[in-house]
């Protein structure tokens, strides 16, 4: 059974920063690019960053680059996302998420991910 879990979450006040983890078990997870999203309340899911499966390609949304940063240990099956210069606005529920294949999907946004964990919630206080 595939269990897909994050943790890191917290409060913490604008200009800090959190490391989110996401562990993957029952899928071999360097057969799969990996992603973050996020949703705030009243808000849709909107996708955050995202990695291949070996690493060498990243991708972040606008709102994100030069703050946060995506990476991956695949013999440790963990997902990471390190955030920095953290402001209000990025207070949402993360939410970590397999692909479906190697790289990072184009198209599609959240239907491109088919394993899903419950999330981690991230306050930012002002």
């Known amino acids: 059974q595939v269990q897909v879990v994050e943790s890191g979450g917290g409060l913490v006040q604008a200009g800090g920063s959190l490391r989110l983890s996401c562990t993957a078990s029952?899928?071999?997870?360097?057969?799969?690019?990996m992603g973050w999203f996020r949703q705030a309340p009243g808000k849709e899911r909107e996708g955050v960053s995202c990695?291949?499966?070996?690493?060498?390609?990243?991708y972040y949304a606008d709102s994100v680059k030069g703050r946060f940063t995506i990476s991956r240990d695949n013999a440790k099956s963990t997902l990471y996302l390190q955030m920095n210069s953290l402001k209000p606005e990025d207070t949402a529920m993360y939410y970590c998420?397999?692909?479906?294949?190697?790289?990072?999907?184009?198209?599609?946004?959240?239907?491109?991910?088919?394993?899903w964990g419950p999330g981690t919630q991230v306050t930012v206080s002002s």
């Open positions: 029952g899928l071999t997870f360097d057969d799969y690019a």
């Open positions: 990695i291949s499966w070996s690493g060498g390609s990243t």
């Open positions: 998420a397999a692909a479906m294949g190697r790289y990072c999907p184009v198209y599609g946004g959240a239907r491109a991910y088919d394993k």
